[in-house]
């Protein structure tokens, strides 16, 4: 059987082995929707000729991958007994992804075509990609587009890391593509698409590790504690918090500490009322000592003393201090910023939980209702979904047959179809 002598040539050209080009067709097949099921098999398959013409979407990946046809890359549909078809010239393309109300987002601009090298410049293009994509999660919280776009430039990130002009370079591209995935992680969590988010926290765990990225690290085991809280698996939640205390970032910027402490204290509060406000305590001295204007990942504008308020108040509620969670409730929202619409939403469902927990429901109707006016032209995202059908639980537990509840629950029930 005759090999597959201009595949061969083109791995060789940028320098890919088997399992380096499966993971690479795998992250364009995940970036864009598909699963990821390319392995060395598949790739020795190519190379031998055993498999001539691959599955289309393995195709248009190889194509992305290395910017040439599938013909030029060797293969040939069944019928064919030729490629005659020249390799294309060198193609530079800039990829745009659209979010929600028409949001246009440049995540890259992607080399394809014959090597060349790659630069600091290139990495400023991903980050600043990174950053209109949290910019977008800020408004619109977490949505399949955002996940689509966070991978694609993952995707590209790692494409360019093999052309990288030094180590150093080609390591901070590992750094950015950990963030990217770590993005897309945090947009299917907040999604409530908890199998996928698992599956893309180990993707990022992996790249933040050939990175020797410690703040991409603290920014997974983060995002772990949280599905591991939800499900009430506070073991987990805890252990993953603690894997975040343990970075080396912690030991340099009191800001990740503090985050690391706090989202101890929210695993915490599920069974250890004392620990979870001891945890509270060493995260607000932790954060007392950051420096706020220091340079960080724009991931991280999202935590601070509002958003450590928030988080108090989720402690709070879960160990019962019902009247204290509102209290922090109310200074959360008295000082998280405007544009995080999502955070502010989520603090006032948390306004809501602690005020129908103390018996007042009107009150607590009219704050849940805040957050649908808050997240107004967006769709709900499912973490926030949950949030509120835990309060509605509690709600018609409370009052069942009252005008106030049955109003909003119609209003919940419309505002939760809406896509």
Request: charged share 25%; glycine share 10%.
């Amino acid at each position: 059987m005759e090999g597959n002598k201009r595949l061969d040539g083109a791995m060789r050209e940028r320098g890919f082995k088997q399992y380096e080009l499966a993971d690479a067709v795998n992250t364009h097949l995940i970036g864009r929707g598909h699963e990821g099921t390319v392995g060395d098999r598949t790739v020795r398959n190519w190379l031998t000729g055993r498999t001539r013409w691959p599955h289309p979407r393995q195709r248009e990946a190889l194509e992305a991958v290395f910017g040439r046809t599938a013909d030029a890359l060797g293969f040939r549909p069944p019928g064919r007994r030729s490629l005659t078809k020249p390799s294309e010239g060198p193609v530079d393309r800039r990829n745009f992804l659209t979010g929600a109300g028409g949001t246009t987002v440049t995540v890259v601009a992607p080399f394809l075509g014959a090597p060349r090298q790659v630069g600091t410049s290139d990495v400023i293009r991903l980050r600043d990609g990174l950053d209109a994509l949290m910019a977008l999660d800020d408004k619109k919280g977490g949505h399949e587009g955002l996940e689509r776009a966070a991978l694609a430039g993952a995707a590209e990130a790692l494409e360019k890391q093999r052309l990288g002009a030094t180590q150093r370079v080609r390591q901070r591209l590992f750094s950015v593509a950990a963030d990217y995935t770590a993005t897309a992680a945090w947009s299917a969590l907040d999604a409530q698409r908890g199998d996928r988010a698992h599956a893309l926290l180990g993707r990022a765990l992996y790249l933040a590790g050939m990175g020797r990225d410690s703040v991409a690290e603290l920014q997974v085991w983060n995002l772990y504690a949280m599905p591991a809280n939800q499900r009430g698996e506070h073991s987990d939640a805890v252990d993953s918090a603690m894997a975040a205390q343990a970075t080396t970032v912690t030991k340099r910027d009191p800001l990740f500490a503090s985050l690391a402490h706090a989202r101890t204290a929210v695993g915490h509060s599920g069974r250890d009322r004392q620990a979870a406000l001891r945890s509270l305590g060493h995260a607000r001295e932790a954060l007392s000592k950051a420096v706020p204007a220091a340079p960080r990942p724009s991931w991280t504008a999202f935590y601070g003393p509002a958003e450590l308020t928030a988080l108090t108040a989720v402690v709070h509620n879960r160990i019962g201090n019902f009247a204290a969670a509102e209290a922090a409730s109310h200074r959360a929202l008295s000082s998280i910023p405007r544009q995080f619409r999502r955070n502010r939403a989520m603090a006032t469902a948390q306004l809501a939980l602690a005020q129908v927990r103390q018996g007042d429901v009107d009150q607590a109707c009219a704050s849940a209702s805040t957050a649908f006016e808050l997240m107004e032209g967006h769709s709900i995202p499912g973490r926030m979904r949950s949030r509120l059908g835990d309060f509605y639980r509690d709600l018609i537990t409370l009052a069942p047959g009252a005008t106030a509840v049955r109003e909003w629950g119609d209003r919940y029930r419309s505002e939760r179809s809406r896509a």
